[in-house]
């Protein structure tokens, strides 16, 4: 991995310590390029003429079989989206709750988790469990904790793979054979997972997987795609339709719905640009190796948190341990508010890290264009305010 190479190719490394890829990971140029290209067709020839509306659905063909070999699944269980919370709430917004059915997650998750579950509670009766994880929770005690949690009225178990607050990387694939033989579905944010780890999810055999394409995908804003296993497509509503939604829009006397196929949750317009953008990001990824990428940015915030560990006032909350751990670092220093912690280091050495507010903390966000040297900024920037408390 040519590392120096790669950063040319992402402008943002020429001026800035970028610690943030978990928040949104910043596009290289062929990916902007992508985009831009898409455009100026499209302001050229007209969006919706013959050439451009074929080749429009062409990219967005495309744009599936890609994420759809990213993920090791077929292109169709894959439906593109506007981010990883649009696919979340497709899954919880179009199963069928009755009171009383149960929901599992846990302390550690991000709103997109906790918040979309909590809504299934006030909306329909749901009971909601909640386990309390600590950030650095020991995979046993995660599975003891969940398996304890388990009633016979659990419909859904619905987690991150990698926990923002701290990436912890949960272990989804025993998670699974806990919840596979008690018929429970399972439901998985992929947010901190896509472009940071290598995913399988015939492997992982989960039911339902959301992605967003902007943040270790390198992609752009505002797209997405959800997986939905096969043969639970039918099993979930559109509660949002278009014409996607019946089998033949045209004969206003004779409609019937689209069950089976994963396009009726598309709604009637999206961006190509976008599309083309994910794609070309994807293309890029693969081509330098998840796999080499995931050990890159293990190996980083190892380096991060023996750095900090060696800091007396900082107390790291990620997991130590590698198996556990992702490309993201989370600690706090005694003394210092996180958030004006993150807000002197962009003022003062334009490092871009992000508060988090449970467990309190910031997070460093390590990818495989960082470097050594950017982890050694970030600690001898902390090391100096440290010093001046």
């Not at 067709?41 to 080749?55: H, I, K, L, R, T």
């Not at 497709?90 to 302390?107: F, K, Y």
């Not at 497509?233 to 339709?241: A, D, K, M, R």
């Not at 490092?351 to 960082?370: C, K």
Request: charged fraction near 25%; hydrophobic fraction near 40%; include cysteine.
């Amino acid at each position: 991995m040519d590392v120096a190479e790669i950063r040319e190719q992402i402008p943002v490394c020429k001026n800035t310590n970028y610690l943030n890829t978990g928040w949104s990971g910043p596009s290289p140029r062929i990916v902007v390029d992508a985009i831009k290209a898409r455009l100026d067709y499209e302001m050229m020839e007209g969006p919706a003429s013959p050439d451009a509306s074929s080749s429009g659905r062409e990219i967005q063909n495309k744009t599936k079989e890609d994420v759809a070999n990213l993920l090791n699944v077929s292109a169709e269980e894959i439906c593109l989206t506007k981010n990883t919370t649009d696919g979340l709430n497709i899954v919880l917004n179009g199963l069928r709750w009755l009171p009383g059915d149960e929901i599992i997650t846990c302390s550690l998750e991000h709103s997109s988790v906790l918040v979309p579950a909590f809504y299934k509670q006030r909306q329909y009766g749901a009971n909601l469990k909640i386990i309390q994880l600590n950030s650095d929770e020991r995979n046993e005690i995660i599975l003891d904790k969940i398996e304890s949690a388990i009633t016979s009225r659990t419909k859904l178990i619905f987690l991150s793979h990698i926990q923002y607050s701290s990436g912890l990387k949960m272990p989804v694939e025993a998670i699974r054979k806990i919840s596979k033989d008690r018929d429970i579905f399972l439901l998985l944010d992929g947010a901190q997972a896509a472009g940071n780890i290598n995913l399988d999810l015939k492997e992982i055999d989960c039911d339902f997987y959301s992605i967003p394409g902007q943040k270790w995908l390198l992609g752009s804003e505002g797209i997405g795609a959800l997986y939905i296993k096969e043969n639970l497509i039918s099993q979930i509503e559109p509660t949002q339709v278009s014409g996607r939604a019946v089998l033949e829009h045209d004969n206003p006397g004779d409609l019937a719905p689209n069950i089976n196929s994963i396009d009726k949750f598309l709604l009637a317009s999206t961006s190509r640009a976008l599309q083309c953008g994910l794609s070309q990001a994807i293309s890029f990824m693969t081509d330098i190796g998840i796999d080499r990428i995931q050990k890159r940015n293990v190996g980083l915030a190892s380096l991060l948190k023996v750095r900090l560990s060696e800091i007396e006032e900082v107390n790291v909350l990620s997991p130590l341990d590698e198996k556990q751990s992702s490309g993201l670092v989370c600690f706090d220093v005694k003394g210092i508010d996180s958030e004006s912690l993150v807000s002197t280091l962009w003022n003062t050495e334009r490092i871009v890290v992000r508060h988090i507010g449970y467990p309190a903390g910031v997070r460093a966000s390590l990818h495989f264009f960082n470097t050594a040297d950017e982890v050694n900024h970030l600690v001898k920037a902390v090391r100096s305010i440290v010093l001046n408390i």
